[in-house]
């Protein structure tokens, strides 16, 4: 989202996790993100977007969040959603779906 700037002229880019503020101000100062980001320790918000899910890593399985993308329409609904996204392909998945 970061490198997506230009993509996202006239729209608000608006971050989640299930860190605390305080960690959130450092992640976000030491990346530059330059949008804000909601705390959701938690995860109602991302249990109601369906995104807090079972997870496994080395063979251990855990409840975590799938990093996941919404844009959601004036009206507040979903028009686009994107699970499992990879911060690589983020700004080209928004800049194609905001294009149409």
Same mark, same amino acid.
């Given at each position: ?9 006239? *729209? ?8 605390? +503020?305080?960690?959130? &101000?450092?992640?976000?100062? #030491?990346?530059?993100? /330059? ?5 959701? +320790?938690?995860? %109602? ?8 899910? %079972? &997870? &496994? ?12 993308? *919404?844009?959601?329409? +004036? ?6 959603? *994107?699970? &499992?996204?990879? +911060?690589?392909?983020?700004? #080209? ?6 294009? /149409?």
């Amino acid at each position: 989202m970061r490198d997506a700037s230009q993509e996202i002229k006239g *729209f608000s880019a608006v971050g989640i996790s299930g860190d605390e +503020p305080e960690q959130q &101000k450092r992640f976000a100062d #030491k990346h530059s993100l /330059g949008y804000t980001l909601l705390s959701d +320790p938690d995860h %109602e918000a991302a249990e109601a977007y369906g995104v807090w899910r %079972e &997870k &496994k890593l080395y063979g251990k399985t855990y409840l975590g969040i799938v990093r996941s993308m *919404f844009i959601v329409g +004036p009206d507040g609904r979903i028009e686009h959603a *994107f699970y &499992k996204i990879s +911060p690589k392909d983020t700004s #080209k998945k928004l800049a194609a779906a905001l294009a /149409g």
